[in-house]
């Protein structure tokens, strides 16, 4: 499986806007671009995934690179409910989305 | 969203007994879940794919007769631990996929004393 590449940790400010990394250069053409946030002693909670486009909901936004080796998740406005630990994962169809969860990004938010 | 529910939340055994766990999906049916594991402060490790009629696909060094996985209808997926000890201590999470999004359950914390 194609691996992906986030910082171990990040910080932001209540209220501000936080952009969280990820670098996946081994990505292949038929590779979603998934992102999951856990909060202590819960399951993973699905937050956004693309495969080329950048792609917006309720929760977050999307941009992927127009080469597609990285992306970053964004997050319009951090609470403090959105402390979590982040995960880029990829995930192609034919697997079943059985996803290889890495290290993450253990965001901090501050008030 | 679609739900997953994981019963129970915890359990504590004692070393050398069985602990089942349950992996529901509430409101779509699964042919296929996936069971995870995590240690403390570490990632998710993926154990085992769960087939719905057929054998669950294990992962590389997870031991099968140890963890039985049974997936005898569309929304139930069971992970057994047998012959529990301390060090098969952890959080073990199941996950069913439902158009292109995995939906996690809240997780079982099991401690073997």
């Known amino acids: 499986d194609a691996k992906t590449t986030q910082p171990n940790s990040m910080e932001s400010n209540e209220e501000e806007p936080v952009h969280l990394p990820c670098n996946h250069s081994?990505?292949?053409?038929?590779?979603?671009i998934h992102w999951y946030r856990q909060l202590p002693s819960q399951g993973p909670e699905y937050v956004i995934h693309?495969?080329?486009s950048n792609v917006n909901n309720r929760m977050a936004s999307l941009a992927i690179a127009e080469d597609r080796k990285s992306s970053t998740l964004i997050l319009h406005r951090a609470t403090l409910r959105d402390a979590a630990v982040y995960y880029c994962?990829?995930?192609?169809?034919?697997?079943?989305?059985?996803?290889?969860f890495g290290k993450g990004t253990s965001l901090l938010v501050t008030p | 969203g679609a739900v997953v529910s994981q019963h129970p939340s915890w359990v504590i055994c004692k070393s050398g007994t069985s602990v089942k766990i349950e992996c529901r999906s509430l409101?779509?049916?699964?042919?296929?879940m996936f069971w995870y594991r995590q240690f403390p402060k570490q990632s998710l490790m993926l154990m085992a794919t769960?087939?719905?009629?057929?054998?669950?696909?294990?992962e590389q060094g997870v031991e099968k007769d140890k963890f039985l996985i049974n997936h005898a209808s569309l929304t139930l997926s069971t992970l057994t631990v047998t012959s529990a000890h301390p060090e098969d201590s952890s959080f073990y999470i199941c996950?069913?996929?439902?158009?292109?999004?995995?939906?996690f359950g809240q997780g079982t914390r099991l401690t073997v004393v």
């Open positions: 996950s069913a996929t439902l158009q292109s999004e995995a939906f």
């Open positions: 081994t990505i292949s053409g038929t590779d979603y």
């Open positions: 693309g495969l080329t």
């Open positions: 994962i990829l995930s192609r169809a034919n697997s079943g989305y059985a996803l290889n």
């Open positions: 409101d779509f049916q699964a042919t296929t």
């Open positions: 769960s087939n719905e009629g057929s054998k669950a696909t294990y």
